[in-house]
Structure formats: C-alpha cells, structure tokens
C-alpha cells in the first residue's frame, strides 16, 4: 500500500496543531492560550459534521485568558485546546451521554482526567458527541443521530467516542477524550484517521466518567501522534484517592525515551492472517505493509499464530451485559420509553444473565490473560492486530434490517478490539493506509500490560517514517 504523494500540512492557520506542536508554540511566545483557543472555537462553530454537542464558549474563553496569566513554561499541554467526550463530568455543566435519559443532567463532581488535563495547561472547548450511552462501535445513535465520519457523511464514525474520532481528525482540537470498553477509543480512532490510546485497564483514573461495565471501562486519547498520546498520558496518571480503582502508584513521564528507535531489541508479534480470518484482503495488505515498514526500521517480527477473539468477545459482552444492567435497572424501570431500541434490547438482556455466569466471566480473566500472554505476548513488546475487519461501512450498511442483524454487525464490527478490554490490556490504534473507498485504515499494536511506553515508542518511530497521522479531511 504506498504512501500519499503530497501529504497535505496540518500547519494550516485553520487547523489546529498538534499537541506538542501547540504546546512548544504557546511555551515560546509564537501563540497564546487565548489565540489557539478562539481559533479552536472558531472553527467548531463553523463546522457541520457530528462533532460537538454544545460548546464551552464563555468558559473556554476564561481558561485562556487565565492561562495567560500563567508561567506556561513548565506546562507540557500549555494552551492546548481539547475536548471532551458528553460523559466526562463537570460540576455544574450539563453532562448528557448522549441519551434522552439524561437529557438536562448536571454533575456535581469533575472528572479527574478533566482536571489533571487543565491543571497541565489544556483548555477544554466542548462537550462531544456520542453513541447513546456508549453503547455502539459504529456511532449508532437513534437519539441524537449517527455519527458521520469527516472523510464522507455517508460513513460511520466509529463509536462510541464518535465526536472524539470526528473532531480530532477534522483538526478542529488538537486532542480529545474519549473512553473505551470494547474498543470505543480505537475503532473511532481508525475510522477517521487519527491515533487512538487505551491505556491498561485502571491506570487512568475514571473518577468523574459516566460508568458503562466498571470491570471493562477504560479513559483514553485520541490526537494525531503517538507522541501526543504519550504527553497526554503523562499528564493524566497518578493514584487518585477518589478512585480505589486506580492503580497507579506514581506519576510517569510516557514522552521520554519515544525517540530511541527500534533497533535495540524491540519485538512485535505478528499473526498469519490468511482468507479464514475475519480480516478482509484489503485490511490484511494494510497490515502487510505496516509489517514492512516496522521491519525496515529495525523491528524484529515474530510469527504466531492468529489469535481467536470469539470466546473473549462473548466473555467481554457477558460482564458488559450484566455490569451495564445493574447501572441502568432503576432507569429501565421507571423511563424504558426513554432507551433508543437497540441501546434498551441489549441492556435488557443484561437483567436475563445468571449471576453464577457474571462470575464465572470475573474469575476467568486471570486465567485468559496468561493463556493470551504465554501464547501472543512473550518475550515481544507489541502484537499486531487490525481494528476493524473490513473497510469503514456506510451509516446504511450498518442500520438496515433487523434489530437482530444491527446488533450482529456491531459485534462483528469490534470482533478484534472487545477482547483486549477483557483481558486488560494496552493497546495503540495508528493510521496506517487507506481501502479503495478512499477511507481510512487502522491498526493496533497491543502490549503488554502497562507497557504503554513500548507501544508509544513503536507508533512514534512507524510516524517518524510514514505520512498517514498528518493527513486530515479537507
């Protein structure tokens, strides 16, 4: 798959930059807080696509003016403009989840992430759209609209952090929130181009984040560089006393070391995907040439055999059914007229599962994760794997029929990403190409666990060499 002829330069004046782009031009006095965050809500408010919900104009604003009053100097994510997914908490500040249930809803805490973010120099701009509770891989939502994507309207999105994926690529921010349970940071991240980040399960705090399945909920980044991610993720992880979920101990600096290349040891598994895998030709010559790229800049590739994610996929959506029941059963008993019908059919279910097989799913996970890890993840840094199967459907490939036949597409639509949310591992989403329909192509590199840095490592050494993260949608 060759590379773009011209790749086109996200230096525009209407476009916004990187985050450490941004960040170094704030830090040197070339912008200001305020310059970059007017630019960002400039170009939101004349945008049409899908991408934000509602706007924090008046506050934003404030952020930046108060920002410059600042030494930035010592801020990593000085004067960057992000935005967050509409289920990332603000005291105060509506707080919707892209639903009709909590249509009005206003918070009375904050999202950690939110604040560590701002605390490191970022300003967030506006709330996101969303599949309905986050309850879609596609950016099905029957409350709100679809998700479409930047590249073509008549695509989806991705989802569930649709408005994450969409924004991010159109350049409107240089970053965005979104959360992943089955894959709702990485598939988003894939269909519109941009680099996606899931962190091991609980090492970003998820204080403040509307809860889908607890056991399966993970926060991460969607920006346009692996080095970005890894600012982000810098500036985000540290214990929380207001999550006893969290497992980090200490704070880490992801950035450091991304630039040492890959010729000293690194190693990355890679399967022999071939016509019997739910992998499409054209997504297999993706990965084919990605492979080569990686192999060329030193990495050592190690065969394995294709992993099989049907049975961590049924165990992902059995503690995701069950999990995501309990949240919603005071709701779907008072209000169920309130649920899009696919969002309450696959809720509902939830009530049905027996307790012993919730169980039985949360005592398994130890077990499946050193099976997976003796077979896919010894002594190697990363395994690749594609995001979708298949090239980015349309909105209407993957809403006629049945509701039965909906629901069977979604699950195949995130058959390589709900079984990492299970066994709680890192992965990293890349642009790495584009399929005939002209769209964008995605791959992951999974890690072990907490082996974010390798992964960022390996993303930002594939971008140093490759123009795909640069190019965004006209």
Known sequence: MSQPSQVQSNMKSARALSVTAAAEACRTGKTTALELTERALAAARGFSGT?????RQHQALNDAVEGARTDLRDMP??????????MFYRA???????SAVLKGFSPQITATVITRLESAGAVDIGALHMAEFAMSPTGYNQQIGHGRNPWSDRHVSGGSSSGSGVVTAARLVSAALGSDTGGSVRIPAAVCGVTGLKPTQNLVSVYGVMPLSPSLDCVGFLAQTARDCARLLSAVVGPDLNDPTCIA??????????????????????PAFDENCPVSPEIRACLE??????????ATLVRVPVPDFHELGALANLVLGAEASSVHQRWLASRPEDYGHQVRRRIERGLLYPATRY?????LRHLMLARFMASFLRDVDALLLPVLPYAVPT????TKGSEGEI?????????????????????????????????PCGVQLVGRPLGEAALLRIGHQYQQTTGWHEQFPE
């Open 51 to 55: 991408g934000f919900v509602r706007l």
């Open 77 to 86: 994510l000085a004067g960057v403009p992000v935005a967050c997914k509409d």
């Open 92 to 98: 105060g500040e509506l707080s919707e989840c892209g």
């Open 249 to 270: 101990t200490e704070k880490r600096d992801y950035e450091s070391g991304i630039d040492a290349g890959l010729q000293h040891g690194v190693r990355i598994a890679v």
């Open 289 to 298: 040439e990605f492979t080569r790229t990686l192999a060329f800049a030193g």
């Open 359 to 363: 169980i039985d799913a949360l005592r």
């Open 395 to 398: 909105i209407e490939e993957t």
């Open 407 to 439: 629901e069977e597409r979604f699950g195949g639509f995130s058959y390589w990403t709900r079984g990492t949310n299970y066994l709680g591992l890192p992965a990293l989403a890349l642009p790495a190409g584009r399929t005939v329909n002209g769209l």
